[in-house]
C-alpha cells in the first residue's frame, strides 16, 4: 500500500502543465461491486454482480482554464471477490443447511486511473455535473490465500460435486477503461462533496473458481467461474481546492 501510494502522489506532483487553473485534492469511502463471469457455465444459473468490499479512494483533479474539460488521477485497491451463486432450494451441505453461495478472494488488487471529465452543468460555481473517462493501470497481486472446500459440501438435491471446489488466482497486469459520473457541490468555495459512480471493464481473469458436479443426477462439464476487475464503483468523497 505504502509503495503505491508513493508512486501515485509522485504523479501528481509531476503532472500538471503550467496552463491549468485550479487543483483538487480529495479521498473518499464506497461500495465496490465486482463481476463473475462464467467461461464455462453451470447449468441454470446467471452471472453474479456482488458487493466486494468498501475501499476507500485518493484523487487529484486538475481543472484547465476556460474549459469544461479537467485532467485527474484516481487511485485506490480492493480485493479480488469471486462468486459461485446457486438457485435458491438447489444446494444443501451435508449437514442439511442450505447454501446460495461460495466466494473466493484470492489476490489484492491496485489501480491508478487516469483520464477526464467534463462538465455538463455548472450551476453558479455551486453545483456541478460531470462526466469522466480514464484508464485504470490494474495490477494483481496473488494474496497468499488458499480455497479450501470440505469434501461433500455442495450436497444435492440439483447440484452435488464430484470433488470439492477449487480455485486459483494470479499476478497480472492490464489496461481498465472506466466511464462514471459525479454530482458535487461546494462549499465556501474550497470545500468540494461528491457523489460519485464508476464503472470499468477488465479483460484478463485475475482469479478463477472451478466446480466439477452433476446436476439432478446428471453429470456436467466443469464450470468456470472468472473474475477480471470488471464493476462498479459508488461512493462519497470530500475534496479541498486549491487555486
Known amino acids: 500500500m505504502a509503495n503505491h501510494a508513493k508512486l501515485f502522489f509522485l504523479l501528481l506532483v509531476i503532472s500538471g502543465p503550467p496552463d491549468l487553473f485550479a487543483q483538487t485534492l480529495s479521498f473518499g469511502k464506497g461500495l465496490l461491486f465486482l463481476h463473475t463471469n462464467q467461461s464455462s457455465e453451470m447449468v441454470n444459473s446467471q452471472e453474479d454482480v456482488s458487493h466486494a468490499g468498501s475501499p476507500f479512494t485518493f484523487a487529484y483533479e486538475h481543472s484547465i482554464k476556460k ?3 479537467s485532467i485527474y488521477l484516481r487511485y485506490f485497491q480492493f480485493e479480488g471477490n469471486t462468486v459461485i451463486r446457486f ?3 438447489s ?3 451435508f449437514g442439511g443447511l442450505g447454501i446460495d453461495a461460495l466466494g473466493y478472494n484470492g489476490v489484492n488488487v491496485y489501480k491508478p486511473e487516469l483520464g477526464l471529465k467534463y462538465t455538463l452543468l455548472n450551476f453558479k460555481s455551486v453545483l456541478f455535473i460531470k462526466l469522466s473517462g480514464g484508464i485504470g493501470f490494474q495490477k494483481s497481486i496473488v494474496n497468499g490465500f488458499e480455497y479450501y472446500s470440505i469434501p461433500g ?10 470433488m470439492p471446489v477449487y480455485a486459483d ?4 497486469f ?3 477503461p472506466s466511464l462514471g459520473v459525479e454530482i458535487s457541490v461546494i462549499l465556501l468555495k474550497r470545500f468540494e462533496i461528491g457523489l460519485i459512480t464508476n464503472g470499468f471493464y477488465g479483460f484478463r481473469s485475475i482469479q478463477n473458481m472451478y466446480l466439477d458436479y452433476s446436476y439432478k443426477g ?11 476487475g470488471t464493476g462498479i464503483y459508488s461512493g462519497l468523497s470530500l475534496g479541498f481546492k486549491f487555486y
Open 169 to 172: 488466482s494470479k499476478n497480472t
Open 174 to 176: 492490464q489496461l481498465i
Open 87 to 89: 438457485p435458491e432450494g
Open 67 to 69: 474549459s469544461d474539460i
Open 218 to 228: 446428471v453429470k456436467q462439464n466443469k464450470a468456470v467461474f472468472s473474475t477480471s
Open 91 to 93: 444446494v444443501v451441505d
Open 153 to 162: 459440501l455442495i450436497n444435492g438435491p440439483d447440484y452435488v460435486e464430484s
